[in-house]
């Protein structure tokens, strides 16, 4: 299980953030792929207000 504090349905950040989005989806990737379904791991980011 992978945890962001991002606000419900902006789990990938904001529109038009495509480094951030990228990076996010890369992450889920390499956990996917490494098994670990049954750990948790909270990501790095942090969600910036406007």
């Known amino acids: 299980m992978m945890h ?25 990737l390499q956990f996917a792929l490494e098994g670990a379904a049954e750990s948790t791991v909270e990501l790095p980011y942090r969600w910036k207000r406007p």
């Open 4 to 28: 962001i504090r991002f606000p419900l349905g902006k789990t990938f950040g904001m529109a038009g953030e495509a480094d951030l989005q990228r990076s996010i989806l890369m992450n889920l």
